[in-house]
């Protein structure tokens, strides 16, 4: 765990130990949230804008949704909930990596329960188009690259990685 770790003793003065760790722990599950929300934010405009600059068309893949309310909320939300796999202790140095490796997780689900099972748009969404796999690498990617990112940017230790 430990997204955060700057540990500051006047945290601590008022709490005993296992208040402070309660502390750190509801700490880290909101930051992991709060950073998969942002990525759902940054992912559900990546796929709307490819679909509304008529990129997946040109390709052959039927994702163009409509920038609503309910399209947002929904998707933040569930990048939220995918955002707690940011708690595994995995590839913590590079943003890239870590990005893309963290976005596996909610990338097979979509292809292998969410298209077949859900929306009946068969394994791995191919009635949507034989890019459709490609598509779904590439928005999750920028999930998981964006999550990463917010994390670094509002924790101290991540400002001073970024920082070189």
Not at 117 to 139: A, C, D, S
């Amino acid at each position: 765990m430990n997204l955060r770790s700057d540990f500051r003793a006047e945290d601590s003065s008022c709490l005993n130990y296992g208040e402070f760790a309660m502390k750190m722990f509801f700490e880290e599950l909101t930051l992991a949230f709060a950073s998969g929300c942002f990525g759902g934010l940054v992912n559900s405009l990546a796929v709307w804008c490819f679909g509304a600059l008529g990129m997946t068309t040109l390709l052959g893949v039927q994702i163009a949704p409509s920038l609503t309310p309910p399209y947002l909320y929904q998707r933040m939300a569930w990048g939220g909930i995918w955002g707690f796999i940011l708690l595994l202790p995995i590839l913590r140095g590079s943003i890239w990596s870590r990005g893309v490796l963290l976005s596996l997780g909610p990338t097979m689900v979509q292809l292998f329960i969410v298209f077949p099972i859900r929306l009946n748009k068969g394994m791995i969404g191919l009635e949507l188009g034989q890019l459709t796999p490609l598509f779904v690498f590439i928005y999750n990617a920028i999930w998981g690259i964006s999550a990463v990112s917010w994390i670094r940017w509002v924790t101290p230790q991540g400002r001073n990685e970024i920082k070189g």
